[in-house]
């Protein structure tokens, strides 16, 4: 499986970018997740999709302004970010898991449960 992210850049604060994670080498169906890692810090939960699509997680920190979505049929996911803040610098990543069912919440914020990244893209937003 391979993911690869695309959509990063460079935006003034307060302005929009959208990231897409693309899919080779079997379906999104399956419990995926957005992540991001800042300079020093730790690997940090974004958003999440269960596996059936019924249920959408968000970090507390993003939550109203990012928006996870998937289209299965053309193998991406996306994360539509609005009303950025110098705060969401950061490499986002996109993540999946093969089990194959949704997951107990409490799961999808632990990188740890991931089988498979990609390699991420830079998201800078300037004050």
């Known amino acids: 499986v391979q993911l690869v992210e695309t959509g990063g850049g460079l935006v003034q604060a307060g302005g929009s970018l959208r990231l897409s994670c693309a899919a080779s080498g079997r379906t999104l169906s399956a419990n995926m997740g957005w992540f991001r890692q800042a300079p020093g810090k730790e690997r940090e939960f974004v958003a999440a999709l269960s596996w059936s699509g019924g249920t959408i997680y968000y970090a507390d920190s993003v939550k109203g302004r990012f928006t996870i979505s998937r289209d299965n049929a053309k193998n991406t996911l996306w994360l539509q970010m609005n009303s950025l803040k110098p705060e969401d610098t950061a490499v986002y990543y996109c993540?999946?898991?093969?089990?194959?069912?949704?997951?107990?919440?409490?799961?999808?914020?632990?990188?740890?449960?991931?089988?498979?990244w990609g390699q991420g893209t830079q998201v800078t937003v300037s004050s």
């Open positions: 993540a999946g898991d093969s089990v194959g069912r949704d997951r107990p919440k409490i799961y999808y914020r632990d990188y740890r449960v991931y089988d498979y």
